[in-house]
């Protein structure tokens, strides 16, 4: 009986799981549909655009705020999923807080601590995005091409990001064994 929660944490875990290879593999498929084209020419220069205008998203810093509050919440969203792995575990195996087993207090608190951080960091970027996309409401955002659709993928990522921060500190907030080891609890 105790391991209920487990196995149904599993089940939903390998659904979701399940629900995302199949969108890949749809995005694929679509991928795929496009024409080969030879691109072999230049591949340290196509190397350096990629990482630039993927991986840098320089479109998005040539605006210093814009650009900076991109990689605060870039960054804050890549190392909170640490986090989320922590909690991918702990409902695996039934335990919690498993990194407090594996990690000396001190560099746990650090850890959580810094995620914290990070969390309200992220809250306060997406909220001066909000802000910026809908109520400063700049000319770039009343183009024709950021109408309907663009413009509410734009804010459903906004509102699920604000989301998922603040439950990520209400989690914390809450949790008694966190709150009673008084290290790493910098926001909550």
Do not use: C
């Amino acid at each position: 009986m105790e391991y209920i929660p487990n196995i149904l944490f599993a089940i939903v875990l390998i659904l979701g799981i399940g629900y995302f290879v199949k969108n890949v593999k749809k995005l694929s498929r679509n991928i795929n549909l496009g024409k080969d084209l030879d691109v072999s020419d230049n591949k340290s220069q196509r190397w350096k655009n990629m990482a630039y205008i993927a991986l840098g998203q320089s479109k998005m810093v040539k605006r210093p705020i814009a650009g900076f509050l991109h990689i605060v919440v870039y960054v804050g969203f890549i190392i909170i999923n640490i986090e989320v792995l922590e909690i991918i575990l702990d409902g695996l195996f039934g335990t919690h807080r498993i990194g407090l087993k594996v990690l000396p207090k001190s560099v746990y608190g650090f850890l959580i601590g810094s995620f914290e951080i990070l969390a309200a960091l992220v809250f306060v970027a997406v909220v001066v995005f909000w802000i910026r996309r809908n109520v400063i409401k700049l000319r770039r955002f009343l183009s024709a091409e950021m109408k309907g659709w663009p413009k509410n993928d734009g804010n459903f990522i906004l509102y699920f990001e604000m989301v998922l921060m603040t439950l990520f500190l209400v989690m914390n907030a809450t949790d008694t064994t966190f709150q009673s080891l008084e290290s790493g609890n910098v926001i909550s």
